[in-house]
């Protein structure tokens, strides 16, 4: 058994302010009466509260215990991937349309092939139209054939029409320099091969450029054209007219080939 002292500080300690035994304990104090009215007795007056005083015996504070610090174990960093930074979209540059090369406009010219004895004669003609025999320049074309010891009278091939360039006014059909060029070569090839010659002679610019495929600068000398042969290349008879200086570097010229048509000499 405990004394009535040591019980109150139990019951204190486990706060229990009200407590009935079941059985009367021995040594224990009488039981207060007021513990043993019903609850629907009316409380005692304020007077008599403050009269009766509790001591209660002051409850000893639990030590508090001192807070465990863990030290704090440093975490191993995990070094993340940096994000990739978008890549730049390609820059398409707008197409621009392509400049058309400008169409060079068909050549324009007008030849007439002639033969005198064994040469071949391709003629630019100055006004475009068949020579006339009183045209200046045919009476120089003729004195050029007499300095060459070959007749002084050509004769017209073919129908005697002379050779224009361009061939139609309109239409799709290719009319550029290369075609005048396969045009001129191509009536040279036929009459040739229907009657063969010596010598070609290549009068004038149009001549030299779709016949012989030359420039004004290979005037007064020969040249060896492939599918056609050997030719002479001459100014035109205008530029002769109006040049006597060249009518010497042609004779000059005349004279080297001469012998080409005339094998005697």
């Not at 629907?40 to 002051?58: F, G, I, Q």
């Not at 409850?59 to 863990?70: F, G, I």
């Amino acid at each position: 058994m405990i004394s009535e002292i040591r019980r109150r500080s139990y019951l204190d300690a486990m706060q229990i302010v009200s407590w009935l035994p079941r059985t009367e304990l021995p040594f224990a104090a009488p039981s207060r009466l007021e513990l043993l009215l019903p609850e629907t007795e009316p409380e005692p007056s304020r007077p008599e509260m403050e009269a009766v005083e509790v001591a209660k015996p002051v409850q000893a504070e639990a030590p508090v215990a001192a807070p465990v610090v863990r030290a704090e174990v440093p975490r191993p960093r995990i070094a993340m991937p940096e994000p990739k930074k978008p890549e730049p979209a390609p820059v398409v540059e707008e197409s621009t349309p392509a400049k058309a090369r400008p169409v060079a406009p068909p050549p324009r010219f007008a030849l007439q092939l002639l033969r005198a004895g064994s040469v071949l004669l391709l003629v630019e003609l100055p006004t475009g139209e068949p020579f006339q025999s009183r045209d200046p320049a045919y009476i120089l074309l003729k004195d050029l054939l007499r300095a060459a010891r070959l007749p002084d009278k050509p004769q017209q091939v073919g129908d005697g029409e002379p050779i224009r360039w361009p061939l139609l006014s309109g239409g799709n059909l290719e009319q550029g320099a290369e075609a005048a060029r396969d045009y001129v070569q191509g009536v040279l090839a036929a009459e040739l091969e229907e009657m063969g010659c010596d010598c070609i002679w290549l009068i004038g610019l149009p001549a030299l450029q779709y016949a012989g495929e030359v420039e004004e600068d290979a005037c007064y000398r020969e040249l060896a054209i492939d599918g056609i042969g050997h030719a002479l290349a001459i100014p035109g008879l205008e530029y002769l007219m109006e040049q006597p200086t060249a009518k010497a570097e042609l004779w000059k010229a005349l004279r080297r080939s001469m012998s080409r048509w005339n094998i005697g000499l």
